[in-house]
């Protein structure tokens, strides 16, 4: 199983580019990365999801080297709504049962 | 209407009560899940169905037991509720798509037991 290590927690302000990195050694080729977002008593919320290169959205990018042994979540000048916790996920849809929620990085954004 | 519906969204109980959190979905997917996060944790898989004939412990089910009525409806139980089964309960589906999948959560039931 794809075990993902995540900073606790990062600071940033309003309007920078916040890249949160997610390692994950031991990704199986069959495994997608994947990122949510979690407000305070809500429930995560998808934001993106990668196998390869680089894909983007319209709220984040996704940066994947070529050995896919890490990840990281490009937030575009970000705002005060953006606090929230981050999570990435590494797994299969064929596995999605073992698929481990870490405990995130805890991204605060400072006016 | 929210794509996953969790009901109630809080709830407080006395211990060795029984207790049944219901979710409900309009997605259209054959998996669902029940997690359970505590305070600065992640989530914890406590049960998981990928369709209404298929039920499947995850990783903390002990104390806890599930049905799925149909494919939209995936229901929690506390046999006998516990203080230390205080916690935000999540409800979510999952959608085996071509090009990877995604996890679609409901808003949480707050459970306390006193």
């Known amino acids: 199983l794809a075990k993902t290590t995540q900073p606790i927690s990062m600071d940033s302000y309003e309007g920078q580019e916040v890249n949160i990195t997610c390692s994950h050694n031991?990704?199986?080729?069959?495994?997608?990365i994947t990122w949510y977002q979690q407000f305070p008593s809500q429930g995560p919320r998808f934001i993106i999801q990668?196998?390869?290169t680089k894909v983007t959205n319209e709220v984040a990018s996704l940066f994947i080297p070529a050995d896919r042994k890490s990840s990281t979540l490009s937030l575009p000048r970000v705002s005060l709504s953006d606090t929230a916790v981050y999570y990435c996920?590494?797994?299969?849809?064929?596995?999605?049962?073992?698929?481990?929620f870490g405990k995130g990085t805890r991204l605060h954004i400072l006016p | 209407d929210a794509d996953v519906t969790q009901t109630p969204r809080n709830r407080i109980t006395k211990t060795g009560k029984r207790i049944m959190l219901e979710c409900s979905q309009t997605?259209?997917?054959?998996?669902m899940y029940w997690y359970r996060q505590d305070p600065g944790l992640g989530l914890r898989l406590i049960y998981y169905?990928?369709?209404?004939?298929?039920?499947n412990k995850g990783e903390i089910s002990d104390g806890y037991s599930v049905s799925r009525q149909a494919q939209a409806k995936f229901s929690l139980s506390l046999e006998s509720a516990i203080p230390n089964q205080t916690a935000l309960y999540f409800c979510?589906?999952?959608?085996?798509?071509?090009?990877?999948?995604?996890?679609?959560f409901g808003s949480g039931t707050r459970l306390t037991v006193v």
């Open positions: 990668g196998y390869k």
């Open positions: 169905s990928f369709d209404v004939k298929d039920i």
């Open positions: 997605k259209g997917h054959d998996r």
């Open positions: 979510a589906t999952s959608d085996r798509g071509q090009s990877g999948y995604g996890y679609t």
């Open positions: 996920l590494v797994g299969d849809v064929d596995r999605d049962d073992k698929i481990i």
């Open positions: 031991n990704i199986a080729t069959n495994d997608y």
